[in-house]
């Protein structure tokens, strides 16, 4: 059953940090490029962040970047998003997804539609 699973998330204070994990099952992350997204209540899903399959390219979105890092290790199919310096406007579910090809560009990565397998969600609160 080919599947992917986000964990780690968790209720944090203002200034604090999660680290997220999703894990395959079922394929490789190998020549695949992976995304991080986001929903809030109400709102649509936010792309966040993206791996390359190689894990020599990354994309961030403006409100993340040099807060969030994105990581890869093809060994054990697991991609890591290390969130640091969080804020409450961080609070969403955040899902993982696999990108549909190896090679996310600009203007691809954040587009949901690119994405065709995607976690079950895991819950980031951010609250004092």
């Known amino acids: 059953d080919v599947q992917l699973q986000a964990s780690g998330g968790g209720l944090v204070q203002p200034g604090g940090s999660l680290r997220l994990s999703c894990a395959a099952s079922g394929f490789s992350f190998r020549g695949y490029a992976i995304g991080w997204f986001r929903q809030a209540p109400g709102k649509g899903r936010e792309g966040v962040s993206c791996i390359s399959s190689s894990g020599g390219r990354n994309f961030y979105s403006a409100s993340v970047k040099g807060r969030f890092t994105i990581s890869k290790e093809n060994a054990e199919d697991i991609v890591y998003l290390q969130m640091n310096s969080l804020k409450p406007e961080d609070t969403a579910t955040y899902y993982c997804?696999?990108?549909?090809?190896?090679?996310?560009?600009?203007?691809?990565?954040?587009?949901?539609?690119?994405?065709?397998?995607w976690g079950q969600g895991t819950q980031v609160t951010v609250s004092s």
């Open positions: 997804a696999r990108f549909l090809g190896s090679h996310p560009i600009v203007g691809t990565w954040a587009n949901p539609l690119q994405y065709d397998l």
